[in-house]
């Protein structure tokens, strides 16, 4: 079942194809400062349903993750990268981090949250 989000403004809305069953905190210093608990998704589980030009990007470190906020009130979104899960790149297999604290209506404390070092990782 379909799941909603959008930023505090209203101005960036996607959905993914589910739920998560758990998120991920990241320590690093983007992560930590965004507050941000993510949920990943294959690219064909995301889809934006606000139009492209409401959404502004920020490449950081190497350049390698694009981390998408609301051109307008700023919340981090979402992001694209290649999958980290073996702690190098795998750009044959892309993901989409969905910030999930921007879910409108999901229950955040109904699934673990896993912790990534990311302040000693990257």
Known sequence: MPIEASCHCGETVFEVTEA???VTRC???LCAKRGALWAYYKPAQFRLL???E???????GSR???????ANCGCGTYSESPD???GKPDFDNPRVGVNARLFD???LDA???????GKNLW
Do not use: M
């Open 54 to 60: 409401n959404v502004a990007t920020y490449l950081w």
């Open 64 to 70: 390698t993750v694009k981390h998408h906020f609301c």
């Open 20 to 22: 998560p069953s758990n």
């Open 50 to 52: 606000s139009p492209p």
């Open 84 to 86: 980290w899960s073996t």
């Open 27 to 29: 320590t690093c210093s």
């Open 105 to 107: 209506e999901f229950d």
């Open 111 to 117: 699934v673990p949250v896993n912790v990534i070092d």
